[in-house]
């Protein structure tokens, strides 16, 4: 089967779907004045990392020489472990731009569900896509469609997504779904979890799949107040990697492979109490 080209994909996802959808809204007994807000997933379930983003002792390091300076060695590797842990969160910006299309446009109301519909063609190619929210009780279930055609006899359909999050999107959960040559369409590549209590108090969980279904890495991060944890779990692996970190006090520390390695307010290596 012809894989989607790179071209329309690019078309679909940066400029294609502007202005390709069906910006009316439905008339009739089964309209709904205000559809639920589309959820950001770059915002409601992200870490917050700024603590390493604000502090890099090592970039003010001569930047051609790039020493490593082995007095800030475990600030600089529990740096790379958090920032490298907002990708497992960050999953969901590579579907962000499916979503992108239906902030500009307005929903049609049909039994019971809000649809946004959109579609493009480029090159003999087409793709059509479908987002759907529907009213839950005091949460919302979403799912978004694709279906792709090559022009040439081929394609597929394919439930990209799904999720369920709270009116005030403080909650929520969010399945991405992995494309089976067969046309399954219920196998999971990532799920994660959110609860947001405010706006320094949150939990994330996300868990990262096999081809069997079965769980490959897991990502857990807390924030309560200032203390901030990541824990990294390897299904291959017995042992965990966690990184701690306090905005008030600027210390914290790395376990790795069962070792305790900390750091002082200056990012400098020391004696774990």
Request: with cysteine; glycine share 8%.
């Amino acid at each position: 089967m012809k894989k989607i080209s790179y071209a329309v994909l690019m078309a679909i996802l940066f400029v294609g779907f502007t202005g390709c959808g069906d910006d009316s809204s439905s008339t009739g007994p089964d309209v709904e004045e205000n559809p639920p807000q589309i959820p950001d997933l770059t915002e409601v379930a992200q870490p917050d990392v700024s603590y390493f983003e604000e502090n890099n002792p090592q970039g003010q390091k001569e930047k051609e020489s790039q020493i490593l300076d082995d007095h800030y060695s475990n600030y600089t590797n529990a740096r790379f472990k958090a920032i490298f842990g907002t990708f497992f969160t960050s999953f969901g910006q590579l579907y962000m731009g499916f979503l992108n299309p239906a902030y500009d446009e307005s929903p049609d109301f049909n039994d019971g569900q809000w649809v946004w519909t959109y579609d493009h063609s480029v090159e003999g190619e087409s793709i059509s896509m479908q987002f759907t929210a529907e009213d839950v009780g005091s949460s919302v279930s979403w799912a978004m469609f694709v279906a792709y055609d090559d022009g040439q006899g081929g394609g597929y359909n394919y439930k990209v997504m799904e999720g369920t999050t709270s009116d005030d999107g403080s909650q929520g959960s969010w399945t991405f779904n992995a494309y089976e040559e067969d046309g399954t369409t219920e196998k999971p590549a990532a799920k994660t979890e959110w609860d947001v209590t405010s706006e320094t108090e949150r939990t994330i969980n996300t868990d990262l799949y096999n081809d069997d279904g079965s769980v490959d890495t897991a990502f857990d991060y807390e924030q309560n107040g200032a203390e901030h944890t990541m824990v990294f779990t390897d299904a291959g692996n017995s042992d965990t990697d966690t990184v701690f970190w306090d905005t008030d006090t600027k210390t914290g520390y790395v376990i790795e492979d069962g070792e305790k390695m900390c750091w002082d307010d200056a990012f400098q290596n020391i004696a774990c109490e």
